[in-house]
């Protein structure tokens, strides 16, 4: 349980990451956030960060927009 506002805050800031980086995130988030875009030849590191995220156990949802 959070013990002060600087936690609370923090705490907030951990509930939600978008990853903009080649590789997969690291830590205890509530939700990563990617992008994946349009053209086929640049999702192979996200693919390769999808198998990360999975062997981690995490619980994986795939939306298009």
């Known amino acids: 349980e959070p013990s ?7 705490d907030a800031l951990l509930a939600y990451i978008l990853n903009l980086r ?3 995130v690291e830590g205890n988030f509530e939700r990563v956030l990617e992008v994946v875009p349009a053209e086929d030849s ?22 298009d927009m």
Do not use: I, N
């Open 4 to 10: 002060s506002s600087t936690d609370l805050v923090r």
């Open 22 to 24: 080649d590789d997969a």
């Open 42 to 63: 640049a999702r192979e590191p996200l693919r390769q960060r999808w198998t990360q995220y999975k062997a981690r156990g995490l619980d994986l949802k795939k939306f």
